[in-house]
């Protein structure tokens, strides 16, 4: 048996062409890639790896605020009165409304799921008559500007598994972020600051509720680039971002062109798509020195705006502070904006948890989509409010009048939408009259993403990577469906 040529040997493998031949033969020629990747460095990543040209269709929405509610805000609280509740406070969950769908450990060894009425009034608001809690009485007067889908459903029932299927399409940890899957099929609007761009809050009182993980706003299997970047309510917004003292801008201009230099030679050598996400980074984070400073200064905003956002807004880490900020980065272009607001899961306690919350979110939440509607961004910015599963209704422990508190339920919850290519004061499907089951038009998790996708003006199925040797992408295998109802 003749051995191998050398060039095919295990252990020493030669490359049939350098990356720089393979560009010439196929004519693309290493001009025609630069311009891409200049032009629209995410695009030509994505064409790279199989993509198509996106957007497929025009879009209603340019860019997108996610309002994310961690923990599990309480439908039943807030937008699906259930009077029905109230009639059979502290009655057991009949067995044909749970069909012995699955419960949490926290309540499997109770005697009894009893149900438990809201504690809340609700009312009919504005023109389109939808139901909001007295929880929130400045949503109340945007009601009109808002779609409420009451027909949520989540396959997951304990928190991590429950917000990572929300945030990236997979209840397992390693698949890239909404926002990372946004980036990489569109693009950035502004070369000045990231395209993803991350801010976290707590309640007012310091309760801290659930962590978070940085995953939930990465690139999974996506190249480094479009990894979400976290802006601190503390110190430097970016860490490592301002210059040691006594290092000029000048200076680090001139060390940023060595480095970018040797980067290219290493890139020219191996090929490593990373290398060029570390260049494409280190220009970024330049940029940043001059772009961040400004877009958190809150100095120009006159004190009608401030006020519509309420007192907490000038306090840093707040949210009522990021939605101002998730404004601002609205203004200068940033493609998708994620809010995360802890300590909604409320398993006891929930009628002194509850009002404090929704302070904490419900001015600022109608501020938001009030300032986007003045300025002009609401008609192309897509506004989404909610959590990864509802409460449930009955009890955890005992059923009460007062202070009482609800298990984690992904059978049934709501959230609400508005803005670009959303149908304003619109709600959407229905739940049964216990809040357990979904009775009118579920909406599942894939099928939101497949809608936020289509009002991008992206079709979901379209919206791929290839990943050890599968088509990947943020709505799974699963049939998955855009909401029509929804759309405008």
């Known amino acids: 048996m003749k051995p191998l040529p050398a060039s095919m040997h295990c252990q020493r493998y ?68 259930k009077p029905l ?16 769908q699955r419960i949490t450990g926290m309540v499997a060894g109770q005697a009894r799921l ?7 009034e609700f009312r009919q608001c504005g023109k389109s008559g939808a139901w909001l809690s007295d929880l929130l009485p400045h949503m109340q007067q945007v009601a009109d500007d808002i779609c409420i889908v009451r027909s949520m459903h989540t396959d997951a029932i304990n928190h991590d598994p429950a917000i990572t299927f929300f945030q990236t399409g997979n209840q397992q940890p390693g698949r890239p972020s909404m926002g990372a899957w946004v980036d990489y099929g569109l693009g950035t609007m502004n070369e000045n600051l990231p395209s993803f761009i ?18 939930l706003w990465g690139n999974g299997f996506l190249p480094g680039r479009h990894q979400g970047v976290q802006l601190r309510s503390a110190g430097d917004p970016v860490l490592y971002l301002a210059d040691p003292e006594g290092v000029s801008r000048e200076q ?18 191996q090929g490593d798509p990373e290398i060029e996400t570390r260049i494409a980074q280190y220009e970024m984070a330049y940029r940043m020195q001059a772009s961040v400073p400004e877009m958190m200064d809150l100095h120009g905003e006159s004190e009608t705006t401030l006020a519509m956002y309420g007192d907490d807004v000038k306090k840093p880490g707040t949210f009522a502070r990021n939605c101002l900020l998730a404004r601002r980065l609205a203004e200068r272009g940033v493609r998708f904006i994620q809010l995360y607001h802890r300590d909604w899961d409320h398993h006891g306690g929930l009628t002194d948890r509850m009002p404090k919350i929704t302070r904490d979110v419900d001015q600022p939440s109608a501020a938001l989509l009030a300032d986007l509607k003045q300025r002009g961004l609401l008609e192309d910015t897509l506004v989404i409010w909610g959590g990864e599963f509802g409460r449930t209704p009955y009890a955890q422990g005992e059923a009460k009048a007062d202070n009482y508190g609800r298990d984690h339920h992904g059978r049934a919850f709501s959230l609400w939408l508005a803005g670009g290519g959303i149908r304003a004061g619109t709600t959407f499907g229905a739940t049964d009259e216990f809040g357990f089951n979904i009775a009118e ?3 599942s998790i894939h099928d939101l993403h497949a809608t936020i996708l289509q009002c991008l003006g992206i079709d979901h199925s379209q919206l791929t990577f290839r990943h050890q040797g599968l088509d990947f992408r943020l709505t799974g295998v ?10 405008a």
Do not use: W
Request: hydrophobic letters at 45%.
């Open 14 to 81: 030669e490359s049939a062409s350098s990356r720089r031949e393979f560009l010439l033969r196929t004519g693309l020629g290493v001009g025609a890639a630069a311009f891409a990747h200049l032009f629209n460095p995410a695009r030509a990543v994505a064409a790279a790896a199989g993509a198509a040209p996106l957007p497929n269709f025009p879009a209603k929405a340019k860019r997108v605020i996610c309002l994310f509610q961690s923990g599990g805000p309480s439908h039943l609280e807030l937008f699906d009165p």
């Open 85 to 100: 509740l109230r009639e059979r406070f502290n009655q057991d969950l009949p067995d044909s409304v749970r069909q012995g």
């Open 114 to 120: 009893a149900l438990q009425p809201s504690k809340y």
């Open 198 to 215: 991350v801010l976290v809050s707590m309640a007012s009182d310091g309760k801290p509720g659930q962590g978070l993980l940085a995953r």
């Open 252 to 269: 680090r201009r001139a060390m940023l062109d060595r480095v970018a230099a040797l980067n290219r030679l290493h890139f020219a050598a």
């Open 441 to 443: 038009n579920p909406v």
């Open 478 to 487: 699963e049939p998955s469906q855009v909401v029509k109802g929804i759309l």
